[in-house]
C-alpha cells in the first residue's frame, strides 16, 4: 500500500523543530503524504484522517477520533508515559525510538571512562590556574568495565570498548540471553559484576527492579578506585550513597548525566566534588536524532505494506 498519511505532532528534540523530522520522513517515504501539524487545530484535523501518527503522546482522547490510525511511532525510547492499554483497544500499534541513541550515548560513555582515566577535569582546572604539575593517570587497556544495562546503549559501549582492549562484564535482566560481555549476571548478580570492575557503566531502564539498584552495598563492593558512570536514569543510582562514598574516598571517580534529583539543585553536594563530572542529561544530544527517528519509521511503514513484523514494536 502506497499514499499512506503521516501526521508529524509539533515537537522539539535536542533543539531541533520537527520540520527536520518532517523533511527527512519525506526524503524516505516519496510515495507516502508527511503532514506537519503546527499547532492544536491542525492536530486534531490531520489525526481524523491520518494512518500514522509520530511524535511524543497520542492520547485515549485522539484515539477516539483517529479513525484510521494504524501506527503510532513514539519518537521516545521509553513509552512509560503512554496508556498502553488504550492502543490495544483501539488496534493501533506502538513502536518506540530504541537504538537511536547507540552512537551519540556509547561515544560519550567512552569519552567519559577517558577523561576520568587521564584525569581531564583536573587537567582543566590546572590550565585554568596556570598550574604546570604532573599527575597520575591510567589506561583503559587491559581495564575491566561492568555494563549496567544490556540494550542498545550498552551493547553499542562493549563493542566500542573492544578497539581499547577492555575486558567486559554485563549485568542484565535476562542474564540467560547473553551478549556481547565476556561475562553476563542478572541484576541479582550485580556484586560479582562489580567486584572487579575498573569502571561501572549505568545504562539501564529504570524499573522497580533498578531504582537504587546501585546502592551503598554496590558502591562497597566497587574497588575503591572504581570510576562509576551513569548515562540511564537518576533513581538507578542512590544519590545520598554516592555523596557518602565520594566523601570517604570509596569511589575513584564518577560521571553523571542524569542525577536524582533533576535537575540537580545548585546547593547539592555532588557538585562540589572535583572528581565528579556532570552533564544535563545531554549524553543523548546528537543532530542526528530525527534522521535515525525517520530510518525506524519508514522501515516499519515499508513493513506496514508487506505485513510483516514491526521493528521496536511495544503493542
Same mark, same amino acid.
Given at each position: 500500500?502506497?499514499?499512506?498519511? @503521516? %501526521?508529524?505532532?509539533?515537537?522539539? @528534540?535536542?533543539? *531541533? ?6 523533511? =527527512? ?20 484535523? @490531520? ?16 484515539? +477516539?477520533? #483517529? ?9 521516545? $525510547?521509553? *513509552?512509560?508515559? %503512554?496508556?498502553? /492499554? $488504550? &492502543?490495544? +483497544? ?12 547507540? #552512537? ?12 576520568? #582515566? ?26 575491566? #568495565? ?9 551493547? $553499542? ?6 578497539? &581499547? ?17 565476556? =561475562?553476563?549476571? !542478572? ?11 575498573? &569502571? ?15 546502592? !551503598? ?39 553523571? /548525566? ?5 535537575? %540537580? ?30 530510518? @525506524? ?7 506496514? /505494506? ?10
Amino acid at each position: 500500500m502506497s499514499g499512506r498519511q @503521516i %501526521l508529524v505532532l509539533r515537537q522539539k @528534540i535536542h533543539g *531541533t523543530d520537527a520540520e527536520v523530522y518532517r523533511d =527527512e520522513l519525506a526524503e524516505r517515504l516519496p510515495d507516502d503524504e508527511v503532514r506537519l501539524a503546527r499547532t492544536p487545530a491542525e492536530e486534531q484535523e @490531520i489525526l481524523r484522517t491520518a494512518d500514522v501518527v509520530t511524535g511524543l503522546a497520542v492520547s485515549p482522547g485522539d484515539l +477516539e477520533r #483517529a479513525g484510521n490510525l494504524e501506527l503510532f511511532a513514539c519518537v521516545f $525510547a521509553g *513509552t512509560d508515559h %503512554l496508556e498502553l /492499554d $488504550a &492502543f490495544e +483497544e483501539h488496534g493501533v500499534a506502538v513502536t518506540n525510538a530504541s537504538g537511536v541513541h547507540r #552512537a551519540n550515548m556509547s561515544e560519550y560513555v567512552i569519552g567519559a571512562m577517558v577523561a576520568l #582515566a587521564r584525569q581531564f577535569p583536573r587537567a582543566w582546572r590546572q590550565k585554568e590556574s596556570r598550574t604546570w604539575q604532573s599527575y597520575p593517570v591510567r589506561e583503559l587497556q587491559d581495564s575491566t #568495565a561492568a555494563i549496567v544495562g544490556m540494550g542498545a546503549i550498552g551493547q $553499542a559501549v562493549v563493542t566500542r570498548l573492544a578497539a &581499547f582492549g577492555v575486558d567486559t562484564v554485563g549485568v542484565r535482566y535476562s542474564p540467560e540471553k547473553g551478549g556481547p560481555t565476556d =561475562e553476563t549476571y !542478572g541484576f541479582d548478580g550485580v556484586h560479582e559484576a562489580v567486584a572487579d570492575a575498573d &569502571f561501572v557503566i549505568v545504562a539501564c531502564r529504570l524499573t522497580d527492579e533498578t531504582e537504587g539498584l546501585i546502592d !551503598g552495598d554496590v558502591l562497597m563492593t566497587m574497588p575503591a578506585d572504581a570510576f562509576l558512570i551513569n548515562v540511564a536514569r537518576g533513581p538507578v543510582v542512590d544519590s545520598d550513597a554516592l555523596v557518602d562514598a565520594l566523601r570517604t574516598n570509596d569511589v575513584g571517580g564518577v560521571t553523571l /548525566d542524569v542525577t536524582d534529583p533533576e535537575p %540537580l539543585p545548585a546547593d547539592h553536594p555532588l557538585w562540589t566534588f572535583e572528581n565528579v563530572m556532570i552533564t544535563p542529561h545531554n549524553a543523548g544530544n546528537t543532530p542526528e536524532y530525527f534522521a535515525r527517528r525517520a530510518d @525506524i519509521l519508514a522501515g516499519n511503514v515499508a513493513a506496514l /505494506d508487506a505485513d510483516d513484523d514491526l521493528t521496536n514494536r511495544v503493542v
